[in-house]
């Protein structure tokens, strides 16, 4: 089958009238609040008002799982985004907690049916992490993305 005449419809990234749940880890902060800030900056240029985006923060990456499902719980969010900076250290506890974060708030997205962003950066060192502080753009424009496709889809569902 030869896909190459179609086109994949472009992003709906108007934010206008979403609610944006924001879970950011303190541990690293240096990376995490500039990624929060960045994030922040862009949904509300994407039309996200500035009482719909509701902001927590956990002690470290690894409790970023438990405080979504709380966040989502609410169901007053459209998306969830989790911020967390994970580094390289002498031990192996670096990849026990971004195995942890990764699977948690992939659970806790697929049990409670609100998207959630995963900015989580997993990095090798400072210098790795700093670079990846832009992906927080993608992280809150997939946020609105998302939002608007289970606004979608929970529409194509209600009609049948």
Known sequence: MNLSHLQL?????DGTGLT????VARYNW???GSMLKLAHEVLLSLGVAEENISIISTPGSYELATAARAFAAHGRCHALICFGCIMKGATRHDILVADAAAQGIQRVALDTGVPIIFGVV???NQQQAEERIGRA???A????EMAHTMLMLKNMMGKE
């Open 9 to 13: 419809p472009l992003p709906d990234l």
């Open 20 to 23: 944006i749940g924001i879970v």
């Open 30 to 32: 240096h990376i995490t």
């Open 122 to 124: 997993c990095a090798e």
């Open 137 to 139: 753009r993608e992280c």
């Open 141 to 144: 424009e997939a946020a609105i």
